[in-house]
Structure formats: C-alpha cells, structure tokens
C-alpha cells in the first residue's frame, strides 16, 4: 500500500530503493509559498545506518510489514548462528553479517528480537543488558575498591571486558552489549 506524505509518522516502515527504512523522525513543513513537505530521518533496518530524506507533496512511499519475533540462541556452527523461533519452533541460520558485533555476547538460550520483512531477515536486536560469568581474570587483591582501576576479564562468551580489580573467577556480573562495558555486579 502506497502512503502520501501525510501518513508519515514515527514508528511506520516504509520500502525506498529496495531496502526497508523506519522512520526514526518527521517534520511536516507548510511554507507560504510553494506545496508542503515532509522531512524525515530514516533507519534502515538491515545496516542501522541513518537517512535524511525529503518528500514533496506529490511523493509518496510503499509501506513495509515488518515483523517482530522472539528468537532463542541455540549454538554457532562456522559463520553461522542458529535460533529457535519461540512461536512455531522452527529454526533458523542467520549469518554473521546480519548479527554484526553483538555475536561475541550470544549465549545459550539468551533470547532475543527478529524483524523480519516478507519472511526474510532484517536484523536481531540483543537485550541492552546480560548477565554473564567470569571465566578468566587475574586474581583480585584484598583491599581494591571500585575507583583503583581496570582489569581485563574473559566472561562466558568468550569476549573480554574491562571489569574493576576486585571481580574475580566465577564471579556474575551485568554488562552492557551496546558498549561491552562492566555495568555492575549482578
């Protein structure tokens, strides 16, 4: 289905160019002179990259279902990661490219977000926040509080974070998969 510009909103996804977008901002514009306009910033769904585009009042965009399904991480074989659809089971291959940095975060069953369009794969979103062992550090020393410095640790994922001096082996702690930063203790 064809939308005009006046259907443009935040949250709706749309097909430009053969690649699906969602409209991340919109600006209506109605000048004195000449015909009204949209401007827009623009997601696209598959790189993340952002978008600044302007349509004309005679312009229009052909929408985009995008669905959203919960998917659990099940294992890697190679370049490829497998998920279980939570709804109907099945299970599903996405490639490295598609999942980008967030892999070195993956853990079993960690469950996560799929946008699909037309049965095909966008993207997976990863929670914010994980909670993960700490497989590898050096030893802490009695006596280091929180403000002495950083350490490098391997968790379970097999990434390495920067965690305070006094987190040792075994210990559970909370990272942020957008920075891959140590958030807390957990």
């Not at 053969?18 to 623009?42: D, N, W």
């Not at 892999?103 to 996560?112: G, I």
Request: proline share 3%; glycine share 8%.
């Amino acid at each position: 289905m064809a939308l005009s510009i006046n259907q443009f909103k935040v949250g709706v996804t749309i097909l430009l160019e053969g690649a699906v977008y969602l409209i991340v901002e919109t600006e209506h514009v109605k000048p004195a002179k000449g015909s009204a306009f949209v401007r827009t910033k623009l997601k696209n769904l598959r790189t993340g990259t952002l978008l600044d585009r302007t349509f004309r009042g005679q312009d229009s965009a052909e929408e985009a279902f995008v669905e959203q399904r919960k998917l659990q991480y099940l294992y890697s074989e190679g370049e490829m990661y497998h998920f279980m659809d939570q709804e109907n089971y099945d299970q599903l291959a996405i490639a490295q490219e598609v999942l980008g940095s967030g892999t070195k975060f993956l853990k079993d069953n960690l469950e996560v977000l799929g946008y699909f369009h037309k049965d095909k794969i966008l993207n997976v979103v990863i929670p914010n926040f994980i909670e993960v062992v700490v497989t590898e550090t050096e030893p802490g020393i009695k006596g280091d509080t929180a403000k002495s410095g950083n350490k490098p640790a391997k968790i379970e994922t097999r990434a390495t974070v920067l965690v305070p001096l006094f987190i040792n082996i075994g210990d559970k702690i909370k990272v942020d998969t957008r920075t891959g930063s140590y958030v807390e203790r957990a």
